[in-house]
């Protein structure tokens, strides 16, 4: 597996991999992605800002995306409760990951959390960061078998809530 930098060409099967991801969370009854979000122009966006990601297999085929940033995120600014690192800290960011349907459960989320995680260790920047909705117990298993620590509750734009996660890597 590799992973690299997405560009505009692959939007089609970026969009592709985010609607099967929408219907997985539902068919799991998680109310994450119902609403329209991720978007063709979200997404766009974080390629704009070269921060969409792929993962490819040997033959070339997409199997998942993630945006990563080292960006502050505007919505981790205010926490219930606290982060593990100081709040003016540099810090490293994932959202909209999504696997395939057809290459789900062969370890591609735990791939991303380590490539991007690997590359902030290298730029001595101490922690990634993370959130995510308090129905995805799946991630959240994840997350704690990964090592990364509960820290509280931010929100969203849209006054949704969800979990917030810190992983310390320096």
Partial sequence: MKISKATIEHIFSI??????????????????????YPNEATILNDINHKETY???????????????????????????????????????????????????NQGLAKFIFESCENYLKEQNIPSMRID?????????????????SPCGIIFLTDGNNRLAYEKLLI
């Fill in 54 to 104: 792929l993962v490819q297999n040997n033959n070339n085929e997409i199997m998942a995306t993630a945006m990563f940033s080292v960006r502050p995120e505007p919505t981790y600014v205010t926490i219930q409760g606290q982060w593990l690192t100081n709040q003016d800290a540099t810090y490293g960011v994932i959202h909209r990951m999504a696997v395939h349907n057809d290459f789900r």
């Fill in 132 to 148: 995510t909705h308090q129905d995805n117990k799946r991630m959240q298993q994840l997350l704690t078998k990964i090592g990364y």
């Fill in 15 to 36: 969009m592709e991999i985010i609607s099967h991801a929408q219907k997985y969370l539902a068919a799991l009854e998680i109310d994450q992605w119902q609403n329209g």
